[in-house]
């Protein structure tokens, strides 16, 4: 065991539009989490690793938002969610800096009651109000539970970032590290690349459409000289009325959502990216075991 160093695991939790994937993408400096202001965004679990070669390592699992579920997907999610807050060696609780607590953070308190592990609480979102706003805060949600560490940050600006770090690691236990110094994420690049697709999709779709939707990739692969990679995908919906708005007029909608991913699948991949996109409909595919796992939704425990 190298002398001094801590690895383990944390995830992030927080009800959906707390700034959960931003906060992660600033702690890891990449872009790996998806993020738009629509909820739901985050399905899967979401690893990145973030390293200091003097302290050590920390793993982030990124876990979907807790919610009540509505539906077989959004059971898959909850599910997930919950089962690593036993799993991890931290959990860090993101809210929002108010002294009002919803109904969504009353739900997860229930849930972080039941738990072991130590919770940071992380109030984040500091640069949208006073710094008397952010006092009240504090002082409400620790009249409710007690929590290992309070960290007041702005995921958006990057400030206290770097306590949040230090704060983490106390918690860790020693060890050596999981990943090679150089990895940020153990997602496969298929996954990541259909997780852009997707983000790129929220953002351009009206507020009805991105819930239904999922995205597959058909084939990625590398031309000779390696200079090109061609991307198939196809973006699966419930509806058919949603399909003509990603399509939209004489193929708009889908040329933009394609222009905006290609765009980033380039920087991320460092190639360039001949990307074709589809679009099909599956009804009902969020209520589908058979699909749910045909689309990567697999529960870990099978």
Known sequence: MEQGKKSGFVTIIGRPNVGKSTLMNRLIGQKIAITSKK???TRNRIQTVYTDLEKGQIVFVDTPGI??????LGEYMVNVAERTLNEVDAVLWLVEPTDYIGAGERHILEKLKK???PVILVINKTDTVKRED???AIDTYRKEYEFAEVVPLSALRGENTDILIGLIFKYLPYGPMFYEEDTITD???RQIVAEVIREKSLHALDEEVPHGIAVTIEQMKGRKGGKIIDIDATIICERDSHKGIIIGKGGS?????????RYEIERML??????????????DWRDSDFLLKNFGYRDEKE
């Open 115 to 117: 738990v072991k592990t």
């Open 134 to 136: 952010v006092f009240l």
């Open 270 to 283: 460092e190639s360039q990216v001949n990307l074709k996109l589809w679009v099909k409909v599956k009804k």
């Open 39 to 41: 909820p739901q965004t």
């Open 67 to 72: 919610h009540k579920a509505k539906n077989k």
């Open 187 to 189: 997602q496969p690049q």
């Open 253 to 261: 909608m889908l040329k933009k959502i394609g222009s905006n991913a």
